[in-house]
């Protein structure tokens, strides 16, 4: 499933990515395991549940029944969102260039010599296939 809502993609806020790493990560959680895998302070349940809420709203998130409880679960993949995101990023803010998106970070991020060789080595494997 994309998480696209009138063909456009879909962001999250930073709680709803937030439940959504712990998702990715563990699986499948009630909103009381969510919380406890959370940092301190907590949030509280309520919010949590909004959160999960606006996710099965949004399409990111399903449930299932399980007594008188529900249990959360991811919908779309980690790789899938992640895929979106750095989409929307090179679109938004460099005109669909990766090659000025990765000028861009050489220029103002503080990139090892064993990085760049790394992303050479990436370019070369792509270019052999």
């Known amino acids: 499933m994309t998480a696209v809502m009138d063909n456009k993609f879909q962001t999250l806020t930073r709680g709803e990515e937030e439940v959504m790493q712990l998702l990715w990560r563990i699986g499948e959680a009630t909103v009381a395991q969510i919380i406890e895998q959370m940092a301190e302070p907590k949030p509280k349940y309520t919010t949590v ?46 005109g669909g260039s990766l090659s000025q998106m990765v000028s861009f970070f050489g220029k103002k991020e503080d990139i090892s010599v064993g990085e760049m060789d790394e992303i050479l080595e990436i370019v070369e494997q792509i270019k052999g296939k």
């Open 49 to 94: 549940a909004t959160f999960i809420k606006i996710l099965e709203n949004k399409g990111f998130v399903g449930h299932k029944v399980e007594g008188r409880s529900h249990c959360y679960y991811p919908i779309v993949e980690r790789d899938e969102y992640a895929s979106g995101v750095a989409k929307s990023l090179l679109a938004d803010y460099f």
